[in-house]
């Protein structure tokens, strides 16, 4: 099945940059989600399929919830390669950053809940995502599902600007129905859960986090994607 993912027309393209394309695979039963990634003069080393295939494996034993890989291949031609990695489809209707606009208060505050518990069990197990934005994170009926793990990587002692990096994203994409104040107690109760006490450690964790975030609010995209966020 994976031999004929490299040539396959999809049958609905979920996003498209440079050398990557996303896409899903309906033709079957089990719908699957694919990604596709085109690399020229990369012949060695681990290819971004194997690396994202790796990523939710390792994530899944570690009882993350994320898509089941399904496999992972690779083509060589000449002095270029394409890599190809397929994983589960997660049923959902809209991302976690959608229901946060549309959800009533009470709400909100039980998604921030369940959004604290899986930040916090993904950093305290050595992990970092790197692209941590809310749009990121699907519900699968009322489970939180991390998308995009390509980028993810473990470490037994990460550096703290990893973990700025993720909560950055996440401050960023939070819609702008989210008072500053639950943004700020959602930072205090991760700074609270991972045992970060002292006041003057916290308040460096704080401002690192809004530094990275304003860097995030001006960086322009490489490859002219949208920013879902700024619509909302």
């Not at 899944?60 to 919830?65: I, K, V």
Request: hydrophobic share 40%; proline share 5%.
């Amino acid at each position: 099945m994976l031999g004929r993912l490299f040539d396959l027309v999809p049958d609905r393209t979920l996003r498209v940059l440079p050398g990557r394309e996303t896409f899903e695979v309906r033709s079957q039963p089990g719908a699957c989600v694919v990604k596709r990634s085109a690399e020229r003069w990369a012949l060695w080393g681990r290819s971004p399929a194997e690396v994202e295939h790796a990523n939710l494996r390792d994530l899944e034993a570690d009882g993350l919830p994320v898509p089941h890989p399904l496999g992972w291949d690779v083509r060589r031609e000449r002095l270029a390669r394409c890599s190809v990695v397929a994983m589960e489809r997660i049923e959902h209707t809209q991302t976690l950053r959608d229901r946060l606009f549309r959800a009533p208060e009470g709400e909100r505050r039980d998604l921030a809940e369940r959004l604290l518990t899986l930040v916090v069990r993904l950093h305290a197990a050595g992990w970092y995502h790197r692209d941590l934005y809310l749009q990121h994170l699907v519900l699968r009926e009322e489970e939180l599902v991390l998308l995009d793990v390509g980028r993810a990587r473990r470490d037994r002692a990460p550096r703290r600007r990893w973990f700025v990096k993720d909560l950055a994203a996440l401050l960023h994409s939070t819609p702008r129905n989210v008072s500053v104040r639950a943004r700020l107690e959602f930072l205090a109760r991760y700074l609270d859960a991972r045992g970060i006490t002292r006041r003057a450690e916290r308040r460096a964790w704080l401002a690192a986090i809004l530094r990275r975030a304003e860097r995030t609010a001006r960086h322009t995209p490489r490859h002219g994607e949208t920013r879902p966020w700024e619509d909302l």
